[in-house]
C-alpha cells in the first residue's frame, strides 16, 4: 500500500504597503510564495507548483502576481529597511564619545541629572 499526495507550504516574501484595487484603502499586503510538493508516506519529495500572490490586510482580498513582480516587492521592501547612509547620531541623542559605541545614548552619572532618592522611602514621623 502506498500513500501519497500533496502538501502546499505558504511562505511570506515582504510586506509592503500599496493601494488596494478592491477597498482602494493603502494597506499592507502580504506577499506570499504558495508550493505545493508531491509527497509520498508524508515526506515532500519535489515541487509540482509554485504560485505568488498579494493578499490585502484590510479587506483580505487575494490577487494572483507573476513570479517578477514578487521578486520586485520583495527587493523593495528589503531595501527600505536598510539604515540610512548618514550614520550616527541620529535625532534626539547627544554625539557619542570616540571609545563608546555609536547609536545608543550614553548614561549619566548618578551625580548628575535627577537627584537620587533613598529606599526605602522615609517619611516624616507624626508627633505622639
Not at 502546499?8 to 482602494?24: E, H, P
Amino acid at each position: 500500500m502506498l500513500i501519497w499526495g500533496w502538501r502546499t507550504r505558504i511562505y511570506v516574501l515582504a510586506m509592503t504597503t500599496f493601494l488596494c484595487g478592491r477597498c482602494g484603502n493603502p494597506a499592507s499586503h502580504a506577499v506570499r510564495k504558495a508550493v505545493t510538493k508531491f509527497t509520498l508516506f508524508f515526506i515532500p519529495l519535489f515541487p509540482i507548483g509554485v504560485k505568488y500572490s498579494a493578499q490585502c490586510t484590510f479587506c483580505g482580498i487575494e490577487n494572483r502576481i507573476s513570479k517578477e513582480d514578487a521578486l520586485r516587492l520583495q527587493a523593495q521592501e528589503e531595501q527600505g529597511r536598510q539604515p540610512p547612509s548618514g550614520g550616527y547620531p541620529q535625532q534626539g541623542f547627544p554625539s557619542p564619545h570616540p571609545s563608546q559605541p555609536q547609536g545608543f545614548p550614553q548614561p549619566q552619572h548618578p551625580s548628575q541629572g535627577l537627584p537620587q532618592q533613598q529606599y526605602p522611602p522615609q517619611f516624616p514621623q507624626q508627633g505622639s
